[in-house]
C-alpha cells in the first residue's frame, strides 16, 4: 500500500494515513486471495456450497430470505447441489468465524475477499440455479422492506439476465428516490437503466427525462 502511495504522509505533523478513496484502483492481493480459498477448502465440500450460496445473494441477507431462495432452488431440482437445511448451514458458517451476524439478525461475510473469492470461483449452473432462484424469491417476499425487496430483485434478475425485467425495477427504484428527494440517487438509478442493454426507445426516452431532472 505504502509503495503504491496510498499510504501518505500528513501535511500535518508525523502521522500517516490510508487514503482509502484509492483503494478501488490497486489490483487483488494475491496473498490475501489465496488466504480466503486455504479458509474456504477448509470448510467441506456440503459446507462450501452453502457459504457460495451465501455469497451469492449478497450481504445483509436474514434467514427467512435464505430458506425461502432455498426453497425455490428445490423447487428447481437443485437439492442436490445444496444438501444442508437453511439454517444448519448458516449456524456452522457462524461457528467457523466465517461470517457474522447482526442485531437485526442479518449476515455478512467477516472479509468482503471471502465472499469476493467464493463468487468468481462459482460455476456457471451454479450461478444461474441460485439467481433465478433468488428473482422467483424477491417477486414475492412480502415480508421484506419493499426498498430491500427491490434492489434485491434487481441485483439477481441482472445477473440472471433478465433486462426486461432488471429495466422496470430500476425504474420503480428511481421513481421511490425521486418521490423521497433522494434526487443523487435517483440520477444513479436512471443511469443504471440506460447503461442495460436492448433497451426500447420509449424506455430510453423515459430514463433520459428522469436522469435530465435529476441533474437539473
Not at 450460496?53 to 430458506?67: F, S
Not at 456452522?92 to 471471502?114: C, N, P, W
Request: proline share 2%; hydrophobic share 45%.
Amino acid at each position: 500500500l505504502r509503495r503504491e502511495g496510498l499510504v501518505r504522509r500528513s501535511l500535518k505533523g508525523e502521522s500517516w494515513y490510508l487514503a482509502t478513496e484509492e483503494l478501488d484502483r490497486i489490483p487483488d492481493l494475491p496473498l490475501v486471495e489465496w488466504l480466503a480459498r486455504s479458509e474456504i477448502d477448509g470448510l467441506g465440500q456440503a459446507l462450501q456450497r452453502h457459504a457460495r450460496l451465501l455469497a451469492l445473494i449478497g450481504d445483509q441477507a436474514t434467514d427467512a430470505e435464505i430458506e425461502g431462495i432455498l426453497r425455490w432452488i428445490g423447487e428447481d431440482g437443485g437439492d442436490a447441489e445444496l444438501p444442508l437445511d437453511a439454517r444448519v448451514g448458516t449456524q456452522r458458517l457462524l461457528s467457523a468465524g466465517v461470517i457474522r451476524r447482526d442485531s437485526q439478525g442479518r449476515h455478512a461475510y467477516r472479509h468482503a475477499i471471502f465472499g469476493q473469492t467464493l463468487v468468481r470461483d462459482a460455476p456457471e449452473d451454479f450461478r444461474a440455479l441460485v439467481h433465478l432462484a433468488a428473482v422467483r424469491y424477491y417477486r414475492s417476499a412480502d415480508v421484506l422492506d419493499e426498498g430491500r425487496r427491490l434492489s434485491q430483485l434487481a441485483v439477481h434478475a441482472a445477473a440472471a439476465g433478465l433486462a426486461e425485467e432488471v429495466a422496470g425495477v430500476f425504474f420503480m427504484l428511481a421513481e421511490r428516490a425521486r418521490a423521497w428527494h433522494a434526487y443523487v440517487n435517483a440520477e444513479r438509478l436512471y443511469t443504471r437503466v440506460l447503461e442495460l442493454p436492448g433497451l426500447s426507445s420509449a424506455d430510453r426516452a423515459a430514463a433520459h427525462r428522469g436522469r435530465g431532472l435529476m441533474r437539473c
